[in-house]
């Protein structure tokens, strides 16, 4: 008696085992330093199908039967009993195990947002890689409380075949269907297609991760301020200037600010300094994530209209400090009285990036937030 492919299957906790191990696999390609095609080939599974296939296990841990449900036709005029499917078949195993992994990873990125982690790759993997852990040992646990008739079993690789033939093996209760099952199977390689684009953008890291947030504010705004920091100082008298710094490239960073005085003249759209000294100097260390306000001591000698151009560097400042060397940089247009200082009013920073808009923001202060990001 030939047996269908139907009939030909593994042990029934075979796929829950190379689950298990796969994801073993794609762990270690995350939590090591390997790179490249190799960690997008190895950890696509994690992101694609393995938390989807994990909860298609957990929900249907019986294998797909089909039994013939009798009528009664005096009462439905039905004389032959109907076939009643039970589960579902590999092919939808396979299709639902795609998008429930579609559903699973990004629930499991929200809870990430709503933790005090970070989303990271580091917090979101270790997430996916828990949740599919404990939905594949919820799958075991439930099949192992069925009959051994009734449950799941994967089909050996020569069954598997059959799948993919355009004409169908002969059911053992149903016959020869009419088609093959390659709509289920393009079906299935469609959503496979379709959420490659996700698991590239999860599992490779692009080349600037992180970044530094500068800034300056002040504590002291109130119904009557008009603008946003100090900008009245007195020549040879300390003072001190705010700024703050937020650290957001994943990794324990230490930072250099740099104050320069600087005088300078606007011609049309470009801005040239014809004198700078520098006049404030300070150091800072961020674990990531942190955000700090601190305060450099500033003695400036130029006096009149000035602009005092903060410079952040990571590490050590060089000895020739410019805004083209800064990995940040904020622009403050200030007056220096020749003596006796004073608490002016505040004026809106001014991050570099062009000086095209110096003299304008010279003369008409931001006055619509409170902080100001540098850029580069």
């Known amino acids: 008696m030939s047996h269908s492919p139907y009939s030909r299957r593994s042990p029934w906790f075979t796929d829950l085992v190379a689950a298990l191990a796969l994801l073993g696999v794609s762990a270690a390609a995350i939590h090591t330093s390997l790179t490249g095609l190799p960690r997008l080939l190895l950890t696509m599974p994690l992101v694609l199908f393995l938390p989807g296939y994990a909860l298609v296990s957990a929900i249907f841990p019986d294998r797909n039967t089909t039994s013939r449900t009798a009528f009664d036709d005096a009462v439905s005029g039905l004389r032959n009993p109907l076939p009643t499917a039970r589960s579902v078949t590999g092919v939808e195993r ?85 088609g093959g099952r390659l709509p289920a199977v393009a079906l299935a390689l469609s959503l496979l297609v379709l959420l490659s684009t996700v698991g590239y953008a999860a599992t490779v890291p692009t080349d600037d991760e992180g970044f530094t947030e500068f800034y300056v504010e002040t504590e002291n705004v109130d119904g009557d301020t008009q603008s946003m920091y100090q900008n009245q100082f007195a020549a040879g008298e300390p003072a001190n200037v705010t700024f703050g710094v937020e650290n957001r490239e994943q990794q324990t960073e230490s930072y250099s600010v740099v104050v320069l005085s600087e005088r300078v003249q ?14 404030g100097l300070t150091d ?5 994530r942190e955000n700090v306000t601190r305060d450099v001591t500033v003695t400036p000698s130029m006096s009149g209209d000035v602009r005092f ?13 410019s805004v083209e060397n800064a990995y940040r940089s904020l622009k403050l247009y200030v007056t220096v009285s020749g003596g006796g200082g004073q608490n002016g009013s505040l004026a809106g920073p001014s991050a570099s990036g062009s000086d095209a808009g110096d003299a304008a923001l010279a003369a008409d202060a931001l006055t619509a937030s409170t902080r100001s990001t540098g850029t580069r």
């Open 266 to 279: 606007t011609n049309g759209n470009e801005t040239t300094v014809t004198e700078s000294e520098q006049i």
């Open 94 to 178: 396979f299709a639902l195990a795609v998008v429930g992994s579609a559903l699973v990873v990004p629930l499991i990125t929200l809870g990430v947002h709503l933790s005090p982690q970070p989303i990271e790759l580091l917090p979101v993997a270790v997430g996916v890689e828990a949740t599919t852990a404990v939905l594949l040992l919820v799958a075991f646990v439930r099949r192992a409380t069925l009959d051994l008739d009734e449950r799941y079993a994967p089909p050996y690789p020569t069954a598997i075949t059959g799948l993919f033939s355009s004409r169908p093996p002969e059911h053992p209760m149903r016959g020869r269907a009419e």
């Open 284 to 288: 800072l260390t961020l674990d990531s």
């Open 309 to 321: 151009t903060l410079l952040l560097y990571r590490g050590d400042a060089p000895a020739d400090p």
